[in-house]
């Protein structure tokens, strides 16, 4: 079966430092892997896919099958990317997502 | 239409009672997928539809659950003979089979049972 691990709970960084929270997965096909985050008070939303290779709000994510990792950086953070991030994976065997257990990522000023 | 709505928000329920949820998806999308999230954990899948027909049920779903989506819309999740156990934030996702099949979320609707 596959799995999602986020190794970081949280992770608290100052305004303007790098920023990478950790994804790693478990799964023998080709999956497809997305970041998910989740805002105060807000509702989950997806932030990005791998397979569309896109930066969102300075957000990139690369596969790394090898590695079998979809870590997700940003070069400067800022104090709005404060929110809960989840990593999840996309068999291609169904529709379902297998979700992470999150990171919390707090900017401080 | 504002995106996927969940009905109700909040629900408090003693054990061993039955309880109800509504989800209403986006209008056009005709994949519905439920998920039950507990604290300090992510969301795990427990069923998906595709129209009015449920294609997969996560193991997760025990006996005491069922979910229907009778006309192919909006969907219920029932709950039956409630235990501490399943006090979670139940979330609503659908999605339309499009180039990425993206899965838009509703607010959730938090059980607590006592």
């Known amino acids: 079966a596959q799995r999602v691990t986020q190794p970081e709970k949280l992770l608290s960084v100052f305004k303007g430092a790098p920023v990478e929270l950790k994804c790693n997965y478990s799964?023998?096909?080709?999956?497809?892997l997305f970041w998910y985050v989740q805002y105060s008070r807000q509702r989950l939303q997806l932030l990005l896919r791998?397979?569309s290779r896109e930066s969102i709000k300075g957000f990139t994510a690369d596969l790394n099958k090898g590695e079998t990792s979809f870590h997700l950086k940003k070069p400067f953070a800022q104090e709005e990317d404060s929110a809960m991030y989840y990593c999840a994976l996309k068999t291609n065997a169904g529709n379902m997502l297998t979700f992470g257990g999150g990171t919390r990522l707090m900017v401080k000023p | 239409d504002t995106g996927v709505s969940q009905n109700p928000r909040h629900k408090i329920t003693k054990r061993g009672q039955n309880v109800t949820f509504r989800c209403d998806p986006i209008s056009e999308h005709n994949r519905l997928y439920w998920y039950r999230q507990t604290l300090g954990q992510g969301p795990e899948f427990l069923t998906y539809f595709q129209n009015e027909a449920q294609l997969e049920k996560s193991r997760l779903l025990s006996d005491r659950f069922s979910a229907e989506r009778p006309k192919g819309s909006f969907s219920t999740l029932e709950i039956q003979r409630t235990e501490q156990g399943d006090s979670a934030m139940y979330l609503c996702?659908?999605?339309?089979?499009?180039?990425?099949?993206?899965?838009?979320f509703g607010p959730g609707t938090r059980l607590t049972v006592t």
């Open positions: 996702a659908s999605s339309f089979p499009g180039t990425y099949n993206e899965q838009y």
């Open positions: 799964y023998s096909g080709s999956p497809e």
């Open positions: 791998h397979i």
